[in-house]
């Protein structure tokens, strides 16, 4: 069986592959804020393993996993699980990862990295900022941005989406901006703290333990 070295991996922000939201010239300006680094739900996982891992298609996961808990830890955790899903299949074609363990880890339900993402949620946002996440990503707007995120995961590790990117309207549009102008927005989006160094370890950790975990 092929070994995972410990510590091996830390998730980061995916930035500069694809874009979240349209980046035409007549959207450019009302939309800077919600550009291409705004996807706050396409994680990639990035390795420190003997191997590097990337892809996995699991389109199941794609706003369909049911979670019981506020709906952006549902987000984050969906979108944390389905990484690291893409990584192990990959590592799994490369002879990295034994096929014992790449099927475990696809058998992962998002509940697995609640408990991380509520860890991280609480430490960076008050609990009215994370109702406020809450209500927005309760919105058909909001769950549209999230399912966007998700399928730019496949984008950020080139591989095709099992499904075509949504599309936002000029009042969508309108939505996604005033949601990135409040406080809630500002630190989801901009400042992206749930993609955080201080984040990542913890996802990180908990990558390690369910591989840990798979392998038994």
């Known amino acids: 069986m092929?070994?995972?070295?410990?510590?091996a991996?830390?998730?980061?922000?995916?930035?500069?592959?694809?874009?979240c939201v349209d980046d035409s010239p007549q959207k450019r300006t009302s939309m800077s804020r919600v550009r291409a680094h705004f996807c706050l739900s396409s994680v990639r996982f990035r390795t420190h393993m003997s191997i590097?891992?990337?892809?996995?298609?699991?389109?199941?996961?794609?706003?369909?996993?049911?979670?019981?808990?506020?709906?952006?830890?549902e987000a984050f955790a969906q979108a944390a699980l389905l990484g690291m899903q893409l990584s192990v299949k990959k590592a799994a074609q490369e002879g990295g990862a034994s096929h014992e363990t790449y099927?475990?880890?696809?058998?992962?339900?998002p509940e697995v990295f609640v408990a991380a993402v509520d860890a991280v949620m609480s430490a960076a946002l008050?609990?009215?900022?994370?109702?406020?996440?809450?209500?927005?990503?309760?919105?058909?707007?909001?769950?549209k941005y999230l399912k966007h995120?998700?399928?730019?995961?496949?984008?950020?590790?080139g591989q095709k989406p099992p499904e075509a990117l949504p599309s936002f309207s000029d009042v969508e549009?309108?939505?996604?901006?005033?949601?990135?102008?409040?406080?809630t927005g500002q630190l989801l989006i901009t400042r992206q703290v749930m993609q955080s160094p201080a984040a990542r370890q913890v996802y990180g950790r908990r990558i390690s333990e369910l591989v840990a975990e798979c392998k038994q």
């Open 2 to 7: 092929a070994r995972f070295k410990e510590n």
């Open 9 to 19: 991996v830390r998730s980061r922000a995916e930035t500069g592959v694809g874009r």
């Open 103 to 109: 099927a475990c880890v696809q058998r992962l339900t």
């Open 149 to 157: 995120g998700l399928l730019q995961t496949y984008n950020a590790v």
């Open 52 to 73: 590097r891992i990337a892809i996995l298609t699991v389109s199941s996961l794609i706003c369909s996993a049911a979670v019981a808990g506020p709906v952006a830890n």
């Open 126 to 143: 008050t609990q009215q900022q994370r109702d406020d996440a809450d209500r927005f990503f309760s919105s058909d707007v909001g769950r």
């Open 173 to 183: 549009y309108s939505a996604l901006s005033s949601f990135a102008s409040t406080s």
